[in-house]
């Protein structure tokens, strides 16, 4: 028999030795270019090619994905009072996280209002009733939803539907090459129309060229983020 072969990816250890970083990315009004948030992005120790993805990922497999959320979400939100106190903080967790008690303690602690959660379009939903109750939850306390990865998969419109989003993140996806790109064009201009539609901010992820930008804004996206606007940085010490 051939023996299984161990994964480079330590999730326990990180767990163990809260070895997990945090990286902020910038979210600008596009018009103004005027940093309106952040997203915070988990960054991990070595094997450096490794992507966070791949841990998230590697941490499901272990059965171990809310505890390695968990740990991001709190790293994340301690960066919270350091950040201009008009400025959201965007986090990414999964909707059985999102559902926990731990989580609901995590939002509750800090100001509820500047807190972003990020719901990929994609996520799997066991129980959509339970679900929608704790999002109506952190809704009542403040807590925004954001749609994420919007035009990335062949998905059902369930979450637009059912959660009622107030931002709506089209994909990095539809957004390189947007300039010379009709089709891409035509879905970041429908997922921006259903944004508005539905009293959403609409947000692009992933852009690089002041070309994209341009484009952007001419189909009437509000906010965004990506390298042309600003990197990932840690926090200085």
Known sequence: MQSQVESPLDVERVLRDRSLRVALQPVCNLRSREIIGYEALSRFPRPAHATPRQ??????????????????????????????????????????TAASTAFGKLASAVAPERLVLDIAENATVDNYHLFTEVIDHLRSLGVRIALDDAGAADVSLQHLLGVRPDIVKIDTTVIHGIAEDEL??????????????????????????????????????????????????FLED
């Open 55 to 96: 841990w998230f990922d590697q941490a499901l497999h272990l059965g171990l994905l809310q505890d390695l959320e968990l740990l991001a979400a709190t790293a994340a939100l301690k960066l919270l009072e350091r950040l201009p106190d008009d400025a959201f903080l965007a986090v990414n967790v999964s909707p059985a």
């Open 184 to 233: 891409r064009q035509a879905v970041a201009c429908a997922y921006a129309s259903l944004a508005k539609r539905a009293g959403a901010i609409s947000l692009a992820e992933g852009i690089e060229t002041e070309a994209e930008l341009a484009m952007l804004l001419s189909l009437e996206v509000e906010t965004g983020q990506g390298y042309l606007l600003g990197r990932p940085a």
